[in-house]
């Protein structure tokens, strides 16, 4: 947790660097946007690993198997890494792509997502004797 202050310090003068920057060199705010999301993401990885060990843990601990672990775990990802995508996007002002970007996300956490909830209406039926 003490990385926080680090990253955001880090975040808030790159804003201020780039609103100057954007004006001059507009691609190249977006490149540097992108490579100091990169190196966060970086640098995030171990503390992330070691939020899914946790995870896996306490799922293991629950008796939850890794049939309804797995999925929450994908769509967080994909989440993730369709915020990321969409955000970059709508900074180097590509609204279209950025919304095209979100749908794609959307749909393939429907996908991930879509035997976890036919498991939840097949147990739901069994219970009711349907």
């Known amino acids: 947790m003490l990385w926080l202050p680090l990253v955001v310090g880090m975040g808030i003068a790159i ?42 843990v306490l799922a293991r601990e629950g008796a939850v198997g890794s049939f309804y672990l797995n999925p929450v775990l994908k769509t967080i990802g994909v989440a993730y890494v369709t915020s990321f995508g969409v955000q970059i996007c709508q900074e180097a002002g590509e609204d279209a792509i950025a919304s095209v970007l979100e749908l794609a996300g959307k749909l393939v956490i ?19 004797g349907l």
Do not use: K
């Open 15 to 56: 804003t201020v660097f780039q609103a100057q920057f954007r004006e001059e060199q507009p691609s190249w705010a977006v490149l540097i946007a992108v490579a100091f999301v990169a190196v966060v993401f970086v640098v995030l990885i171990p503390e992330a690993a070691s939020v899914i060990q946790s995870l896996t």
């Open 110 to 128: 429907l996908f991930i997502g879509l035997p976890l909830l036919q498991a939840i209406v097949h147990t739901l039926f069994g219970i009711l």
